[in-house]
């Protein structure tokens, strides 16, 4: 079983709604919390990052950690067809060490 | 400002052989990490180098190696390559060491036949 496990959608919506992304970790030492978005042919862009448990917002994105349930959401509000992309959660133990990334939601956000 | 340059974008190659692929972080970044990125297997931590200095390594065979220069730009070399080798190479750079603060580049599709 992956240290990180990440629904691989793909997830279809339609322009507007609110989307949903979480991740699962089975390992308690992970303190840092990240989402990247992955367009085609890119790298990873990093959209918001959270230190421990509670909720962090940027615009139309809001982070959740809930490290007691070791469970982690990403929710875009008013999702518009350039948010489609793939969706990447990423963990560390500490800010000096290696990301341990989940396997990627696919979102599709149609006019 | 110019981002992470990864070269080349795009490289077939034969199994067996070996490749090597380069990586310019941004200006002033001294932390370069490479990860492998494979539909099954998705993002995979490699290695990292800092003004270097490996700091940190993966769960990956002795195939794959990297170094760093002096001018921080990055080298990863995978010898004897294995069909199961074909990935996306991912380098990431920070000013820092570590993962807070990595830029990514776009990445090298390796193909092995």
């Known amino acids: 079983q992956k240290e990180v496990e990440q629904d691989p959608g793909p997830l279809s919506v339609p322009e507007g709604a609110i989307v949903s992304l979480n991740c699962t970790y089975s390992?308690?030492?992970?303190?840092?919390f990240m989402w990247y978005r992955q367009y085609s042919r890119k790298g990873p862009e990093l959209l918001m990052y959270?230190?421990?448990?509670g909720n962090k917002e940027d615009g139309r994105f809001t982070a959740q950690v809930d490290k007691s349930s070791k469970y982690i959401s990403l929710f875009i509000r008013d999702s518009q067809p350039s948010d489609s992309a793939t969706y990447l959660c990423?963990?560390?133990?500490?800010?000096?060490?290696?990301?341990?990334f989940g396997g990627g939601t696919r979102l599709m956000v149609k006019p | 400002k110019a981002g992470v340059t990864q070269t080349p974008r795009y490289l077939i190659k034969t199994r067996g052989q070996q490749v090597t692929l380069s990586c310019s972080p941004i200006?002033?970044?001294?932390?370069v990490s490479w990860y492998q990125q494979t539909p099954g297997q998705g993002l995979q931590f490699l290695f990292e180098?800092?003004?270097?200095?490996?700091?940190n390594k993966g769960n990956f065979p002795g195939r794959f190696s990297g170094r760093q220069f002096s001018n921080s730009r990055s080298e990863m070399n995978v010898s004897t390559l294995e069909l199961g080798d074909s990935a996306l190479y991912l380098c990431?750079?920070?000013?820092?060491?570590?993962?807070?603060?990595?830029?990514f580049g776009s990445g090298t599709r390796l193909t092995v036949v």
């Open positions: 990431a750079s920070s000013q820092g060491q570590g993962a807070l603060g990595y830029t």
């Open positions: 959270t230190y421990s448990s």
């Open positions: 390992n308690s030492a992970f303190q840092y």
């Open positions: 200006s002033g970044h001294r932390s």
């Open positions: 990423a963990m560390s133990g500490n800010a000096g060490n290696m990301l341990t």
């Open positions: 180098y800092f003004s270097e200095t490996q700091r």
